[in-house]
C-alpha cells in the first residue's frame, strides 16, 4: 500500500468508525445514520474516488478507490458506496461530467444488454442492480450503432421493481425501455460490457475480502472473551483449527483482491488476458471464501450470532448477496475454465505465468 | 487491524522473468537431450544436478565467493517454479539448495563453509533432514538422540525416522539432545548439527512408501563422532534458529505444486471443447492456483525484502498442500466424462494414479496440517 492509499484508509476508517459503526448502525431503528455517513463520505471525496478532477471527481486513483472498498467491506456500509464508486469510473470512461449524489451501474448480472438506438433512446432491462430504486443516477454500458456507449440516467425514469438483496438492501430490475439519457458517449477504447464485468467483479472482491477480515477479527475477540466448560472457547483446538481456517480463507481473499486491484492500477488495456485471469481467479476465490468464511463465522458465534441484535448478519449477508453481483462463482469459473481448455496444460502454465 | 495477516501484492521483477526465459531453453534442451523425461518417478539425477550448477541455478542467492550468483530470493523462485513444473529431477540438490545451505551459511565455520557450500552450488552433494524420532514427529521437541560433548568431539546415539533420502546423502542436518528441557522451557537443549553421513557409526535402513518407493529411512547413530565444529549455532538453542528457515520451507511453489502435473495434464486429456461441468472445474482449479501463487510470491517477497513472514508462510502451506492432496480426487471426477482418448490417456492415467498415491503425504511432511493450523492460530492471538 503506498502513502496515499494510507492516508485514504486512514479518513475511510475514521469516518466509519464515528458514523458508521456497525452496532450503532444494527442497534438504531431507523435510518437517521445514513444521511451524516453519506455527506461525510461525499465531502471527503471517497465517493468519486475514481474518477479525475476534471470531471468532477476526487482524482485519488484505482489503488485508492480500492482501499475505500476495502474500509467499506470491513464496516458492512449499508450504502450505495461501491455502486456510486464504479458508476463514477464508467462515466469517466465515457468522459462524462459527475453528477454529484449516489448512483448505481448497469447491467450487473450475466446475459443482460442494454442498447442505445440511434433516435437516442435506450431499451433492454437490468436484473439485479443494488440501490437503483434509491439513488439519483445510473450510469449505463449500452449497445450503441457504432459500439460501446456510456450512458448517464435519471434513475426515476426507468421503471424500477420493487425487490431487496439477502442483506435488505434494495436491488432492483431496471426497465430502460423509451428512457432518453440525460448524456450519452462513446466509451473509451477497450471499455466495453466485459470490462465493466470486470472492474465491478473487482469491486465486489474487495468489499468481501474487507467483510471476511471483519468476520475473522470479531470471531477471535469472541472465541477469547466467551467461556465455556470452564474456559475461554478459543483454547480448545477444535475451536482455534476453525478459527485458523476462516484466518486463511480471509488470507486468500485479501492476498487476491489487493493482487486485483493493483492490476486493474497499473493495466493498460481491459482486454489483455491476464487481466481475465487475475479478476475472474478474484471474484471465484473470493467467492469460495465468503462461502467457508460466512459458515465458519456463525459457527464460531453459536446461537447469539444467530440473531438480529448481534452485528455478524450484516457481514455474513452481504457475502451472500455480494458473491452473486456481477456473476457467481460458477459463471467465472465456465468461462475461465473454456479459456484454459483453450489454450491447452503449456498454455495455462504460460498464462500463469505471465499474468 | 488487530489480526495481522499480511499478503501485499508482489509482482516478479523482470530480470525473474528474463531467467524464466532461459530456464525454460536449458529445460527443454536437457529433455530433448534425453537427461531427463519428466515422468513421474524422478530419481535422483547426478547429472542433471552437475549441469544446473554449471548454469549457476544451485545456491543462486548464495555470495560468490562459495559459487553462488548474489542473485534474489525471487529469481530462485522463478527457477523453482520452472523446474517443478517440469518435474526436473532435483532431487539430489534440492534439500541441499533450499535450506542446508542456508544453514551452513549462517552457523558453520569458515572451513565448513569454504568446504561444503562450493560443492553444493556444484551440484555434487546432497543433504537431508534428520528431525523426527521414533517418539518424536510433529512434537519435535520431544526428540532425544544424544549430542554428548567429549574431548574428541561431540557423540551421537540414537535413531531418526522418516528421514527423506537419508540413503543418497552425504550429509544431514540434524537436530540433537545436548540437555535436558528447562522446566520453564520445553523446547530448551536441542541443538543443530552438521552430520557427515560417511562417518563411522551411522547406518540407514530403508522404510518403504506403500507403493514401494524408497524414499524414507531410518537413520542409527552408534556412538557417531562428530567435529566440534559439526554444530550449527550455539548448544542448546536450536528452537530460536528455526524461525526464518521455516518460511522459506513453508512458502514455497513445492507446497502446491507437488501434484501440479495433474492440472497441466487434466486440461490437455479435457481438450479444446470442455463441457459445463468440466469448464467449471477447470476453472475453479485454476482460480485456487493462481489465488496460491499470488500468496506464495508475496510471502517470496516478504522474504527478499528482509522480513520474517512466519505465519504467512504456514497459512500458504496449510492451503497449498490441501489443495495439492485434493488435486487429484478432483481431477478424476472431472476426466469421469471423457470417452474418447485425446492422445494421452495412458499417459494421464498413469500421473493420476501416481500422484493418489503420494497426495496422503502431502500434509505430512514438512508440517503437518494440525501444526500449522496450530500456528495460524497462535498468529491471530489465539493460543
Redesign the interface.
Known sequence: ?DEAQTLVTDAATRIFRDLGDPQTINAAGDDSWREPLWTALEEAGLTSAWVNDELGGAGAGIGSGFAVLRVAGEFAAALPLAETLLAGWLLEMGDIMLPGGAMSVAPMQRGDSITLASDGTLSGTARAVTFAAEVEHLAVLADGPDGPMVALVNAADCNCSAGRNMAGESQNNVDFSGVTPLQSAPARAGIDAQALKLMGAATRSMQMAGAL?TI??IA??Y??ERVAFGRPI??F?A???N???L??E???A???A??T???IETLEDWTNGGVF??I???K??VG?AAGEGAAIGHQAFGAIGFTKEHILHRFVQRLWSWRDDFDN??V???????R???K???G??HS??A? | ???A?Q???I?LPPEA?AL?LEVREFLKEEMAAGTFDGTPDRRPNPEFSRKVGEKGWIGITWPKKYGGQERSFLERYVVN?EFL?ARAPTRKHFTADRQSGPVLMKYASDAIKEDILPRITRGEVSFCIGMSEPDSGSDLFAAKTKAERTDDGWLINGRKLWTSLAHESDYMIGLFRTSAPTQENRRHGLSQFLVDMSLPGISTQPVLHPNGNHEFNEVIFDNALLPHDYLMGEADMAWKQATSELAYERSGSERFLETGQV??????F?????D?R???????L??????????SI?VAGMLHAGKEPVL?AS?VK??GTVWEQALPSVARDLAAFVDKDPGNRMRFEEILAHNITIAPKLTIQGGTT?V???I??R?????
Open positions: 500500500m477480515q475473522l477479527e477471535v475477540q472465541a477469547e478459543g483454547k483446538q475451536v482455534q483449527h478459527l485458523a481456517r484466518g486463511e480471509a488470507a486468500a485479501i492476498a487476491i489487493s493482487s486491484a493493483y492490476t485471469l487475475e475472474a481467479s478474484a471465484i476465490r469460495e462463482e460458477a467465472w469459473a465456465v468461462e475461465l475454465g473454456r484454459v481448455a483453450a491447452g496444460g503449456e495455462l502454465w500463469l505465468t499474468a | 487491524m488487530s489480526v495477516i499478503f501485499d501484492p509482482r522473468e524464466r517454479e513444473i492440472l497441466f495434464e487434466l486440461v490437455d479435457i481438450g479444446e471443447n470442455p459445463t468440466e469448464a467449471e472445474g477447470l476453472g475453479r485454476v482460480a485456487q492456483l493462481h489465488t496460491l501463487r499470488r500468496m508475496s504467512e497459512v496449510d492451503l494440525e500449522l493450523r496450530g495460524v492460530a498468529g491471530l492471538g489465539l493460543r
